[in-house]
């Protein structure tokens, strides 16, 4: 897992093939999804991403501060559902809307293609949907931090998960902080990207790392943090890390 970072022409170097699931990247405008799977979804991933992504453009047309604002959104029980989850997700957090859009796509997405009994993840600029069917183990990308690609989350089966990833220190992705990675773990992915970012931006140095994940605790929604600023790392929650041991451009241990 990583966070968000600037688009490429060739697939991400932390997307990597599982030999047990359909694999295949999916981008559309500005999303670029990387979608492994049980069951063959990637022409209904397709259409639905499409639909989501017209429904925000749509709303930002007419309400072009959506896309800009740092605060929260007033409710707008007209607005399309998923411009209401992403509402409210950012309600929780503090946040503007925009810092849920790459969860609540992939949390929406997946919820819309999911069969039960079968597995299915999906990850939006480092931002994940996961319904799986036995423990799999999510490496974690911090930058220059020691603990970049060598440390994991241990995601458990039987649920729909969101982990989400900010950093001030990777990517293009606005951030008031300087962590070099705040995962956030939730079973809405909306409310964990958003919570991510919030959480991200209270981290300026290590000593802001307990305070952070105090404040992560105290949302509703909210099962497990891992905070990372260079060599410190703070977890919190229902987080069972796991020593991976492996370099940038290693095999991940899914």
């Not at 639905?48 to 072009?64: A, F, G, T, W």
């Not at 007209?78 to 509402?87: C, K, N």
């Not at 293609?113 to 799999?136: A, T, V, Y």
């Not at 790392?209 to 891992?226: D, M, Q, Y």
Request: proline share 6%; aromatic share 8%; charged share 20%.
């Amino acid at each position: 897992m990583t966070t968000k970072n600037p688009r490429s022409d060739v697939y991400r170097n932390y997307r990597r093939l599982s030999p047990d699931l359909h694999c295949f990247r999916l981008t559309v405008g500005e999303s670029d999804l990387w979608i492994e799977s049980t069951f063959e979804c990637q022409a209904k991933a397709e259409k639905i991403l499409k639909m989501l992504r017209r429904q925000i453009k749509e709303y930002i047309h007419y309400h072009p501060g959506f896309i800009s604002t740092l605060c929260p959104w007033p409710e707008d029980t007209l607005a399309p559902p998923i411009v209401q989850e992403m509402i409210t997700a950012s309600k929780k957090a503090g946040v503007g809307p925009m810092a849920a859009v790459a969860g609540s796509i992939a949390g929406i997405l997946g919820q819309k293609l999911l069969i039960p009994g079968e597995e299915l993840l999906i990850e939006n600029g480092g931002d994940l949907f996961l319904s799986i069917q036995k423990p799999r183990t999510v490496a974690i990308y911090a930058g220059n931090s020691p603990f970049s690609w060598k440390t994991g989350i241990r995601i458990p089966p039987g649920e729909s998960w969101g982990l989400c990833t900010s950093s001030g220190t990777v990517g293009h992705s606005y951030s008031g902080g300087k962590a070099d990675a705040a995962a956030i773990l939730s079973f809405d992915s909306a409310l964990a990207d958003a919570v991510a970012t919030a959480t991200a931006n209270r981290i300026k140095k290590p000593s802001d790392l307990e305070k952070a994940a105090n404040f992560a605790s105290r949302i509703p929604g909210i099962k497990g943090a891992v905070l990372i600023y260079g060599s410190q790392i703070a977890a919190w929650g229902e987080i069972e890390l796991v020593n991976l041991g492996f370099e940038e451009g290693g095999k991940d241990n899914k």
